[in-house]
Every structure is written in structure tokens, then in C-alpha cells.
């Protein structure tokens, strides 16, 4: 079985990006981030992907979902649909769901784990993460860190499972 898992940092007021690009830069999130992903899948929408200041993410299989596949360069799997993302992962046990917030909303149906990183602030920006359904999701993991030196906001790692998980 599969385990498809959304990662995702999320200001408090579900912020997640502007002008394509990142809201703020915290060491730690970024650290989560690649220990989690490094050696399996990501899937992310083309303007994720194009986001990337140096294109694929290295030690990952790289899924780019867009209804204009002639935009990607060679350096990532190109899929127009959840069924083709599906062939392309069949034999990828762990499947990384990246952003934006159109893939986020409608792998918020088919996800069982979530890996959140709560940003405690809000932001002004141009995408948003959708809304959670919390009545679906069991919390399993929570760690909270202050903002510091290196992290100008105060931040939480939330690892959620989808209840009823079968």
C-alpha cells in the first residue's frame, strides 16, 4: 500500500507562498523537509517546480502535475493526472505531495499522513493552503520551537494520520 503524505509549511493563517515564492526561511523546516523527502517521490504542480532555484530536487524522484507537460524541462517525470502521477509512483512505497495549493487541495482526499510545519504568524500572500477537515485527522507528533537567531518566527512540527486509515 502506498503511503501518500502532504508536506507542507502553513503560516497561521494557512499563508503558504508569494510572487512564487517562499514566505520565510527556517533552517530547521528545510532540514525536516529534505530528511523526509531525500530518496522518494515529490509531486508538485508546474509552478512549484518552476520555484525551485535549481530546478529538480536533488535524491528524489521528481513528479511535476500540469495540463502543460511542454513547460518542464527533462529533469522531472511530467503527469497531467492523479491516475497518471498513480503509474508513474506504482512502485514508489512513499509518495511526497509538495505544492501548490491546487495539488495540496485535491490530495487532501487521497493523503493518509500529513508532515505540517505551522508557522506562528500570518503573512500577507498570494496562496493559501485549503482548509483541513481536522475531524479527519488524528495529531500523533507535535514539537514546538521558539522563534531564535536563525528562525525569525516560533514554529511547529504537527504529524497528523488520516483517522480510520485502511
Known sequence: MKNIS???AIADNYAIGKNNDLLWRLPNDMKRFKELTQGHTIVMGRRTFESLPKGALPN???VVMTSMPEA???NAFVC???EEMTDLTEKDPD???IGGASVYEDALSIASRMYLTWVHADFDADVYFPQIDFSQWEEVSR???PADEKHPYSYTF???IRKNNE
Open 6 to 8: 502532504i508536506i507542507a
Open 95 to 97: 509518495v511526497y505531495i
Open 80 to 82: 497531467t493526472s492523479w
Open 72 to 74: 518542464i524541462g527533462t
Open 158 to 160: 504537527v504529524d497528523y
Open 60 to 62: 528524489r524522484k521528481n
Open 143 to 145: 514539537k514546538d520551537f
